[in-house]
C-alpha cells in the first residue's frame, strides 16, 4: 500500500506563495507520471499540474504561468511551487499518479488564500 503525504499548505494572503511537497512510500516516483490536485469545498477534485516521468508539465489555463511543479526522483518526491495566489486557489492540495490508476489518496494539504 501506497501512503502518501502532502506537506506546505497554509494560509497566505492574495499574490503570496507556497511550496507544497509529496512524498511516497514504497513505490519509486520516477516509473510514474505525477500530478498535483486540488478539490475546494462542494467542487469535484481537478488536477492542477501534470509531469510525466520525462519531464514534460502540463497545465490547466487556471493555474499556467502561477504553478510550477516539479520532481526529484532521488528522493522520491514532487514539489508544487505556487505563485500569486487567488482566493479561488482555496483547497485542499492532494498529489497522486497520473496515469490510468490512482493510489489511496493522502489527507492532502490545505491552502487557503485570503487576506
Known amino acids: 500500500q501506497v501512503q502518501l503525504v502532502e506537506s506546505g499548505g497554509g494560509l497566505v494572503q492574495p499574490g503570496g506563495s507556497l511550496r507544497l511537497s509529496c512524498a511516497a512510500s514504497r513505490y519509486i516516483f520516477s516509473v510514474f507520471p505525477m500530478g498535483w490536485y486540488r478539490q475546494a469545498p462542494g467542487k469535484v477534485r481537478e488536477q492542477v499540474a501534470f509531469i510525466s516521468t520525462g519531464g514534460s508539465i502540463k497545465y490547466p489555463d487556471s493555474v499556467t504561468g502561477r504553478f510550477t511543479i516539479s520532481r526529484d526522483n532521488a528522493k522520491n518526491m514532487v514539489y508544487l511551487q505556487m505563485n500569486n495566489l487567488k482566493p479561488e486557489d482555496t483547497a485542499v492540495y492532494y498529489c497522486?499518479?497520473?496515469?490510468?490508476?490512482?493510489?489511496?489518496w493522502g489527507q492532502g494539504t490545505q491552502v487557503t488564500v485570503s487576506s
Open positions: 497522486n499518479r497520473a496515469d490510468a490508476l490512482r493510489w489511496v
